[in-house]
């Protein structure tokens, strides 16, 4: 995670360049589940139309639309599957999702689970 507490997503140099992205942007991560902030990482060796967000971020959603998250928190963008009953483990580790810049003004995500709970 880079200083700002922000996810970083990794691009391909040429997705960055088709889809108008450059290293240090923030970008818009969405698809039918949610969306999330997360700020762009140029990285040749990943394979050209695949993006990789790690989870970790802390869960920091916008007070109007829950299902946005300002971190860039890749569980917004993910189904609730279960391994199993017995192991519970998640399931989900690839989905679909469209990037896209984000211009907007965006705000500072939470550093620690204090600024997280109410």
């Keep these: 995670r880079i ?3 922000r996810e970083e997503l990794s691009v391909h140099p ?26 762009v990482k140029l990285c040749d060796t990943l394979r050209p139309g695949v993006v990789a967000l790690p989870t970790g971020a802390w869960w920091m959603p916008d007070d109007q639309q829950p299902e946005l998250d300002w971190s860039g928190n890749p569980n917004v963008l993910t189904p609730d599957v279960r391994t199993s009953r ?16 984000f ?4 705000p500072h995500p939470a550093r620690s689970l204090d600024q997280c709970l109410p």
């Design 103 to 106: 211009n907007e003004s965006a």
């Design 14 to 39: 040429t997705d960055a360049q088709r889809l108008a992205l450059s290293h240090g942007q923030l970008a818009k991560v969405f698809n039918g589940r949610g969306a999330c902030v997360a700020r």
């Design 3 to 5: 200083p700002d507490g």
């Design 86 to 101: 017995l192991g519970q483990g998640c399931a989900a580790y690839t989905c679909l999702v469209r990037v896209q810049p």
